[in-house]
């Protein structure tokens, strides 16, 4: 018994340490952050490591701990710059994802979309008219129906705010990549739902309230 419990004690303090360390340091992955806290804790034995899922709620209760009123500011200006950049690339039926698409977001991260197209080109080419100055680079992800693959991610800076593009083949949108934090099917939210958001923040409502 007393095992068990050690056990489920030191699961939600690496969930809560590798939380604290995605959090403070923009960690992304929560296994980069996971295997950091184990290592330097010495929990080599990975049936006591927290789930993504575990790590997931522990980053969320962090950011609600933490939330400041003066960063919503920040996000509704992230909000709107995201709802600018998903009228521009409506054709390819824009989702906001990532924390911008949470309760308690953080102003700290890109602003992600997830974008539709038959190819990456469809998309560079947009930008080629626009004028618009981008990065891309792949990034590893797996799929809802197990298998993985890498993606294109196209990056550009929209005055002070970066948005990252990633760009889905459209036989995704049944076959969606997992969310890397909680694994479930990453279906992002359309700008309708985001315009709520934006005007929940903007009429200064905490969603709580």
């Known amino acids: 018994m007393q095992h068990r419990e050690r056990a489920e004690t030191q699961r939600c303090w690496l969930a809560a340490e590798a939380a604290r360390l995605m959090a403070e340091q923009g960690i992304a992955e929560p296994e980069r952050a996971r295997r950091k806290v184990a290592e330097r804790a010495g929990i080599t034995d990975k049936r006591h490591w927290p789930s ?7 980053l969320l209760a962090y950011r609600r701990l933490f939330w400041r009123p003066d960063q919503a500011a920040a996000v509704d200006k992230q909000r709107q710059q995201a709802l600018a950049a998903m009228r521009h690339f409506h054709r390819f039926r824009p989702r906001l994802t990532g924390t ?6 953080d ?3 890109p602003v992600r979309l997830l ?4 190819t990456v080109d469809e998309v560079v080419v947009e930008l080629l008219n626009q004028g618009i100055r981008w990065r891309e680079r792949q990034e590893a992800r797996r799929f809802a129906d197990g298998s993985r693959g890498f993606l294109p991610i196209l990056s550009f800076m929209a005055g002070d705010t970066q948005i990252e593009l990633l760009v889905l083949p459209r036989t995704a949108r049944s076959n969606p990549p997992l969310d890397p934090l ?4 990453e279906r992002g939210l359309d ?3 985001v315009t709520r958001l934006a005007s929940l923040e903007t ?6 309230q």
Do not use: F, M, V
Not at 100 to 105: G, H, K, Q
Not at 115 to 118: D, I, K, M, N, V
Not at 203 to 208: A, N, S, V
């Open 203 to 208: 009429g200064q409502i905490h969603p709580d």
């Open 100 to 105: 911008l698409a949470t309760d308690y977001p």
């Open 52 to 58: 993504n899922e575990e790590i997931q709620e522990a």
């Open 107 to 109: 102003p700290s991260q």
């Open 115 to 118: 974008l539709g197209a038959e």
């Open 191 to 193: 700008d309708s739902a």
């Open 182 to 185: 909680d694994e479930r099917p």
